[in-house]
């Protein structure tokens, strides 16, 4: 079954802080992996997928096939950087699959 | 910039009653999502739809609910007889060409339609 997993509700860090939304998952084949970000008041959108293996506003994520994981990482937190973060996946199927979403407050 | 629009932004229906929610996708996209977010909760895939028809269905999409693309533009969600529990954020979402790596996974989304079931 396809499953992901997001551990923390809500991240508060401060301004310049290091920040690392966890996110593993559960997929028997090859997934690929996505984070989606929600700005207060805003759409759902795109922020990385693991395959064009890029950096998007400082944030970047690897995939670690030995531990299913798929964290999120920003080395200096930004207060815009405040928002609902979504890992998701797709398998066999072009369905994205949700994690249950991790809250990032960042403080001034 | 193209995007998916939704109609309403707000619906608020009495228990038992129909209700249909309205999508645009962005014009040149060929597969279509419903998903749905109870409060507090994550965003759950309900359906997809391609060619015309339904490609895949979620164990929550029962024969409540149904999908129809009655024309060029519009992509609808019709729930027949409304449940307390059917209360959420509907989403729905288009993609243009699935199986293309440039853009698998970018799933272009509505802002939702809030459904409030009294």
């Known amino acids: 079954a396809q499953r992901v997993t997001q551990p923390e509700k809500l991240l508060s860090v401060f301004k310049g802080a290091p920040v690392e939304l966890k996110c593993n998952y559960s997929?028997?084949?090859?997934?690929?992996l996505f984070w989606y970000v929600q700005y207060s008041r805003q759409r759902l959108q795109l922020l990385l997928r693991?395959?064009s293996r890029e950096s998007i506003k400082g944030f970047t994520a690897d995939l670690n096939k030995g531990e299913t994981s798929f964290h999120l990482k920003k080395p200096f937190a930004q207060e815009e950087d405040s928002a609902m973060y979504y890992c998701?996946?797709?398998?066999?199927?072009?369905?994205?699959?949700f994690g249950t979403g991790t809250r990032l407050q960042v403080f001034p | 910039e193209p995007e998916v629009t939704q109609t309403p932004s707000h619906q608020v229906t009495q228990m038992g009653q129909e209700v249909i929610l309205r999508c645009v996708p962005i014009?040149?996209?060929?597969?279509f999502y419903w998903y749905r977010q109870i409060l507090g909760q994550k965003v759950e895939f309900l359906v997809s739809?391609?060619?015309?028809?339904?490609?895949?269905k979620s164990e929550i999409f029962d024969d409540q609910f149904s999908v129809e693309r009655p024309d060029g533009s519009n992509f609808t969600l019709k729930i027949r007889s409304t449940k307390l529990e059917d209360s959420a954020m509907y989403f729905c979402?288009?993609?243009?060409?699935?199986?293309?790596?440039?853009?698998?996974?970018?799933?272009?989304f509505g802002e939702g339609s809030r459904l409030t079931v009294l």
């Open positions: 998701a996946l797709t398998g066999n199927t072009d369905k994205l699959i």
């Open positions: 014009s040149n996209h060929l597969y």
């Open positions: 693991h395959i």
């Open positions: 739809f391609y060619n015309n028809e339904i490609s895949e």
């Open positions: 979402a288009s993609i243009w060409l699935a199986g293309d790596p440039s853009s698998t996974g970018e799933l272009f």
């Open positions: 997929y028997s084949g090859s997934p690929e």
